[in-house]
């Protein structure tokens, strides 16, 4: 039997925790005790350790995964080599049979003699399909909306201008015309950069919507193309002005949605690793 577990308080859990283990036929248990654990033939610990499951895993086959593990937002005054350096000294003082990166860049960065892989997220199961409206309406952004900083001004002032609406975290992604995926320079180190996972990307290819956001590692590397990658702000009215045409979003919602990625496709990921251990 598998046993997923971690804090269990964060959206990192749903989808690594709660979501894969449903997927998979696994059990999900945030703050597992050691009477879960002993009766468990391999333990996937999601996100940050805890003092007791450091204790209760000794002896154990069990596999971290590392998505978004590190400390926030002190991460982001870290240069790559003592980025390198914390992960390498959590892997090393934990020990685990298998380690799980967000993404390659991360599993490249942190090369390590522990059997290890990159599992990129997964959209959200029970997402909707986008229907693509004629015109545009609205504008998304999914996520705390404290970490947009210098560009929340700029996304209100533009769909002012066009008289769209501009919605944090809506009820559906679907309902909105265009997703954005933007993070303010103060809480934009370079593990934010390079190890971040591609969730928003992953959701906006679930649902077939239009995507603005930043070459991060985790974007680039579940990319189809056709995503519309952007820096600085100054550069936001002319995507949003390109992704105004209905043809061009009709494009963009059939290549994300033949390129997305399920929580089965990451599940067999998930057995696979799992498996070679």
């Known amino acids: 039997m598998i046993l997923f577990t971690g804090r269990g308080t964060s959206g990192s859990w749903q989808i690594r925790g709660a979501q894969m283990a449903q997927a998979m036929g696994a059990k999900a248990l945030p703050k597992a005790r050691q009477g879960h654990i002993a009766s468990a033939d391999t333990v996937v610990v999601v996100k940050r350790m805890t003092p007791e499951l450091s204790v209760f895993l000794k002896g154990k086959r069990w596999v971290w995964d590392l998505v978004d593990f590190y400390p926030q937002p002190e991460c982001t005054e870290w240069c790559r080599s003592e980025a390198i350096a914390w992960v390498k000294s959590q892997i090393q003082k934990h020990n685990p049979t298998g380690v799980i990166f967000a993404n390659k860049r991360m599993q490249m960065d942190c090369k390590t003699s522990t059997p290890s892989t990159a599992i990129h997220h997964h959209h959200r199961p029970d997402i909707k399909l986008n229907p693509i409206r004629k015109e545009v309406q609205s504008v998304a952004y999914e996520g705390a909306p404290a970490y947009l900083g210098k560009w929340a001004g700029r996304l209100i002032s533009e769909c002012n201008r066009r008289g769209w609406d501009f919605m944090v975290n809506p009820r559906y992604l679907a309902d909105c015309d265009i997703v954005v995926a933007f993070r303010d320079d103060s809480v934009n180190g370079y593990v934010q950069r390079h190890w971040k996972s591609n969730v928003k990307l992953a959701n906006a290819h679930g649902s077939g919507t239009p995507f603005i956001g930043p070459c991060e590692s ?52 998930y057995r696979d690793f799992i498996d070679s251990l």
């Open 218 to 269: 985790g974007y680039s590397e579940t990319a189809t193309g056709y995503e519309r990658w952007l820096e600085s702000p100054e550069g936001l009215s002319a995507a949003l002005d390109e992704l105004e045409c209905y043809e061009l979003r009709k494009t963009i919602h059939r290549q994300f949605i033949s390129s997305r990625l399920s929580v089965h496709t990451v599940a067999q990921q």
